[in-house]
C-alpha cells in the first residue's frame, strides 16, 4: 500500500491535520485554567470545542461533497484559522469566559475534518478488496494522533506556555488540510438529486451510527474512569502510562484487521461489536493498579476494529457523491458519544466512586451489541449489499 503513488503523502498530511481534534481539547484546559483558574470555564470551552465540532462535521461533510475538497475544505480551514486566531487572543488579554467558550465553539464548528477526506481518496486510489489494508492505515494515523496529540499537548505546557499547543495544533490542520487538498486526484463533487440526498441513509446505516455512537461512550467512559480510578488508588501518574497502552492496542488490533482481508461487511461488522463488548468485560471487575492497567489495554483491542467496520461499511455502501457526508456523520457519532459517555460516567464516579464507575463502561460496551442483535432478529442486512 504505501508504495502506491500519493500514498505516502496522503497519511502524512492525513495525520498532521488530524491534531486539533486531539490537541485542542486538552490545549483548551490547560490554557484556559492558567488565566481563569477556574477547570470548571476549562472544561466547558474543550466541551464546547468538541460538541461543536461533532455537530459541524455532517454539515462540513456535506459542502466538500457538493463544492470539492478544494473549495470547501480550505474556506473551512480559512474559517478555522480565523477563530483560532481570536481565541488565541482572546486568552492572551484574559477575555471574559463567555469569550472564550463562544470562541471555543466557533473554532471547533469550523475545525477540519481531515480524517473523511483521506478515506474519499483512498477509496479512488485503491480497488475494493485493499479497502480493509488503507482502512487500518487510517486506524493507526488515528491511534497515533491520540497518542502523541495529549502527550505533546503536556510537554509544550511544562516547557513552553500553555497556549503554545494550540498555536501547533492550528498550524498543523493548515499543512494537514493544505497538503490534502493539493494532492492530484481529487474526488468528483456537484449536485446531488433531492431524491438521493434524502434516501442515502437506511435503517443498517442508522444501526452503524448508534454503535458508532456506543463506542464513543465507551471511550468517554474508559478516559474519565483512567484519571479518576488511578487518583483513587493513589497513583495519579499512572494514568500517563495506561492512557498509551490502551490507544497502543487499538493500533495494534488495526494491524490485524489489515491483515485479515476483505470479507462479507455485514458479518464483520457483527463480530466487531460482539468483540468490542467482550474485551470490555474484564475493565470493571479487579482491584490493583497493575489489574487495572491490564484491563484498560485490553479494553483498547476492541476500538479500532469496530470504527474500521464502520467506516468500511460507508464506503462500501454509500454513493460516492455522498460519502464525506456519510465518512462525517461517523465522526460526529463518536463525538458525540465521547462527549455523552464522559458526562455520564464523571457523574458516577462523583456518586459512587471510581472503583464502582468502571461497569459503566462495560454497559456502554454492551450497547453496539444490542444494536447488532436487534438488526439480526429483525433481518437488517439492507444497504449493505
Known sequence: MMRMPGARPLLWF??????????????LVFAVEAITGSYGVAGSASAGFSLAGAVAKPIGGRLVDRYGQRLAARSLLGAFVGCAVGLLMAIRVAATPGVIVLLSVAA???APNIGALTRVRWTQ???????PRWQALESVNDEINFIVGPTAVSAMAAWFTASASLVAATVLAVAGTLGVTSLPGEPRSGRVSTHRAATWMKATHLAVLGSVGGLGMVLGGVAIT???YTAELG?????AVIFPLNAGASLVAALVVGRIGPGDLVSQQRRATFWLLLVLLPYGFGDG????????MIAGLGTSPTLIQANSSAVATIPPERRTEALSWIAAAAGIGIAAGSAITGLLVDAIGADAARFSVTAFGALPAAITVAMILTGGRKGHR
Open 14 to 27: 492525513g495525520l498532521a491535520g488530524r491534531f486539533p481534534n486531539s490537541m485542542f481539547p486538552v490545549g
Open 226 to 228: 483512567i484519571v479518576a
Open 108 to 110: 471547533g464548528l469550523t
Open 125 to 131: 486510489m485503491t480497488e475494493a478488496q485493499d479497502m
Open 235 to 239: 497513583h495519579p501518574a499512572w494514568s
Open 289 to 296: 493498579i497493575v489489574w487495572f492497567t491490564a484491563t484498560a
